[in-house]
């Protein structure tokens, strides 16, 4: 294992590059947990390899942080908050490369070789996951997005927090949900999905420009977020 002073070095600097917390996980303690193990290995991405998770405050303040444009013929579309989060993960990935580390960004999709991002922000230490299936972050709450970057260095990871947002809370964000996406066992992914898709078809159009076609902006549902009542110490 590499000193806890590399992995603290690399949390402090992308503190400084913008993010808003980090931690870091190992590989293979999320490659074997509860999502990863039922999907293949991310290719590429090998047991002794570390998981820096990035992450960043999606204030309400700031909405737009959170709108996703998707232009005509693409195969994704991208948020001003992603696109911090992949400066932020290409610069540390530079910096680290100054120290003679290699590393890389990970794609945001699972099935392009990313992972799970709140699982690894579990084991990177940066909150736990709510009743309305989002990570809490203890700062920051609900309302907070992240970015990996693999690590090619057993680093020591960070300690995951004790931490029980939704213990003794009356669970506002459930009956926020508009599409009864919450059921007795839990989130039902596809009526959230298909809130997404009409949330897309809906967006307000986006024009071409001289490189892009044109698309549309789709300001996502954000309701189960938005109504959790846990204010993090960070949050105005
Ligand atoms: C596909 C996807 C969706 C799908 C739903 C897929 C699904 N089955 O959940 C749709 C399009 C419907 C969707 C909706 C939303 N999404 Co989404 N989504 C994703 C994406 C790309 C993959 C997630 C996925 O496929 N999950 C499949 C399930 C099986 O796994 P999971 O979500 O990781 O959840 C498991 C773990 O939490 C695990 N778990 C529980 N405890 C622990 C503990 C440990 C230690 C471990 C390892 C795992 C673990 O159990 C859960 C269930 O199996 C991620 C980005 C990413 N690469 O992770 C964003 C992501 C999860 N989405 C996000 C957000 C914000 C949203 C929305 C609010 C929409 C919006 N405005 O962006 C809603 C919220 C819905 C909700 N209440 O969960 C954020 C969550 C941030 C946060 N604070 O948690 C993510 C992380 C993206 C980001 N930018 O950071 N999403
Ligand atoms: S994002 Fe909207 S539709 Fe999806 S679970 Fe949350 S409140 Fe329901
Ligand atoms: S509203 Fe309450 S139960 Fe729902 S996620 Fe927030 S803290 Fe947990």
């Avoid at 992450?55 to 998707?70: C, M, Q, R």
């Avoid at 990177?124 to 260095?153: S, T």
């Avoid at 596809?190 to 071409?208: H, K, N, S, W």
């Amino acid at each position: 294992m590499v000193p806890a002073a590399l992995k603290d070095r690399i949390i402090l600097k992308s503190l400084e590059l913008g993010a808003d917390d980090a931690g870091v996980c190992r590989a293979a303690e999320l490659l074997n947990g509860p999502t990863h193990g039922k999907f293949p290995l991310p290719e590429g991405i090998e047991k002794h390899h570390s998981v820096l998770v990035l992450a960043l405050n999606h204030s309400p303040d700031e909405p737009e942080l959170d709108y996703f444009i998707k232009r005509d013929g693409a195969p994704y579309g991208n948020s001003e908050g992603n696109r911090r989060l992949m400066d932020i993960s290409g610069r540390i990935g530079q910096w680290m490369k100054n120290q003679g580390i290699e590393s890389r960004d990970l794609h945001y999709y699972v099935e392009r070789g990313g992972v799970f991002l709140k699982g690894a922000a579990v084991l990177a230490g940066l909150g736990a996951i709510g009743v309305n299936n989002l990570l809490i972050h203890p700062g920051y709450g609900a309302r907070i997005r992240f970015r990996a970057h693999l690590v090619d260095a057993p680093l020591a990871p960070s300690e995951p927090l004790d931490f029980a947002p939704c213990r003794d809370c009356d669970r506002p964000c459930l009956a926020a949900c508009p599409e009864d996406a919450f059921d007795k066992n839990g989130y039902v992914p596809d009526r959230c999905q298909d809130r997404m898709d009409r949330d897309l078809e809906q967006g307000v159009a986006v024009p071409a420009d001289n490189k892009r076609p044109a698309g549309r902006e789709a300001r996502y549902c954000r309701a189960c977020e938005m109504a959790c009542s846990y204010r993090g110490s960070k949050e105005e």
